[in-house]
């Protein structure tokens, strides 16, 4: 990365080049950033009622001083976010399971690649689950769109988040932002010694079909172009499959799927906001997070007769392989794929209490009578189908 300036910046009782100002434009708060942040978070109009979720049997008075108390990220984020974590979980979580962490070096950088359910919980649970084992968290993309306001941008910033731009149809900005981005990542993993978290596509799965975009492979390799093998197995990348039992905004987004093949989607006013909060509080039953096996160098050398268009959809598809493999599926699954497809063939999968669970939930859709109901209900019922096709394609 040519014309950096670093600062050698303490962390966490090691020393590191973390500092370069090449990114301020889109990096996380540094320490020396966090104080001042607190300051400005315990103090904003909103503060009581968030802190009325994340600390319900604490007087504001004493958590606004415990916030400002803050010197470190760390303090933030094993405290207050693991505070925010213990509540979505324990207010909307039936079970809350993770494996795969013995795949891992604690004293490793990993690129983590994940399924994107969730505009939030998919990568605050992980960070959740990583502290919980004794783990570092990560730093987490976190879309331009999503800075929607300066306590999110505070909260996001002191929580490890850095920022995704989305840049039009212009295809000099699209390069310049995807050459940024991938720099940064790669200056994160490597000199930071920072481990990250990217979503494996641009926006949510909607339909249940997870697929990596393989135009984020590529990204991946743009910050080193002249060895692709190279490129990605210095990041060490890391497929990670988070099931939901109950799918995060299932009802919103079968209404948005409806919308774009039937009528004309367009995103409303604050539609992000209302997938934030639906998410965060909606039942979501039982949740489990994969870490998978990590790509090893040997599986990418065995790649390198591939041109570069051909390597970055190999990679895709064994990531692909990996999240699909690991991803759980729940009584919800087997029941759609029934209703789907109109047989009972995997019938031994679920109870009839679990069944008419399930139908209970799909009959809320008969509100939205300006829709083909029926039409609306395929799209449902395939959003938790999907991944039992997924899970079983070869």
């Not at 606004?64 to 909307?92: A, G, L, P, Y």
């Not at 978290?197 to 997870?210: C, E, F, S, V």
Request: proline content about 4%.
């Amino acid at each position: 990365m040519e014309d950096a300036v670093f600062e050698m910046v303490k962390f966490n009782d090691k020393t590191y080049m973390m500092k370069n100002p090449k990114f301020d434009d889109i990096r996380p708060y540094y320490e020396d950033e966090i104080p001042a942040a607190m300051q400005r978070i315990a103090n904003y109009k909103i503060f009581p009622l968030l802190a009325s979720f994340v600390y319900p049997n604490e007087p504001i008075e004493e958590v606004r001083k415990r916030i400002s108390s803050f010197k470190t990220v760390r303090e933030f984020q094993h405290d207050t976010m693991w505070h925010v974590n213990e509540q979505i979980i324990s207010r909307s979580i039936t079970k809350f399971t993770g494996s795969g962490l013995e795949k891992l070096n604690p004293d490793k950088q990993y690129l983590f690649v994940s399924n994107h359910r969730d505009i939030m919980l998919d990568a605050c649970l992980l960070q959740y689950y990583f502290v919980a084992n004794g783990f570092e968290t990560t730093e987490i993309t976190f879309g331009a769109n999503l800075m929607m306001n300066p306590v999110v941008i505070d909260v996001g910033k002191s929580n490890k988040m850095f920022k995704v731009e989305r840049p039009g149809g212009d295809i000099k900005d699209f390069y310049r932002s995807s050459m940024h981005l991938s720099e940064y990542i790669r200056y994160t993993i490597k000199e930071k010694k920072q481990s990250v978290w990217i979503a494996q596509r641009n926006g949510r799965t909607k339909n249940g079909l997870d697929a990596t975009d393989q135009g984020i492979i590529k990204m991946f390799c743009m910050s080193e172009p002249s060895d692709k093998v190279k490129a990605l197995a210095e990041l060490n990348i890391v497929p990670v499959s988070v099931s939901y039992e109950w799918e995060s905004c299932d009802i919103l987004k079968a209404l948005e799927l409806y919308e774009s093949q039937y009528t004309r989607y367009t995103k409303k006013p604050g539609e992000d906001l209302n997938s934030i909060i639906t998410g965060i509080l909606q039942p979501k039953g039982r949740v489990h997070f994969e870490l998978c096996e990590p790509i090893s160098m040997a599986e990418l050398s065995a790649l390198e007769h591939q041109t570069k268009n051909e390597y970055h959809k190999s990679v895709a598809k064994i990531i692909d392989r990996r999240i699909n493999t690991a991803y759980r599926l729940y009584p919800n699954n087997y029941i759609a794929h029934d209703l789907f497809y109109g047989n009972t063939k995997y019938r031994s999968m679920y109870t009839k209490a679990e069944y008419d669970a399930f139908i209970k939930h799909l009959s809320k859709l008969d509100k939205y009578d300006t829709c083909d109901i029926e039409r609306l209900k395929d799209i449902f019922v395939g959003i938790y189908s999907n991944p039992v096709d997924n899970k079983f394609r070869e």
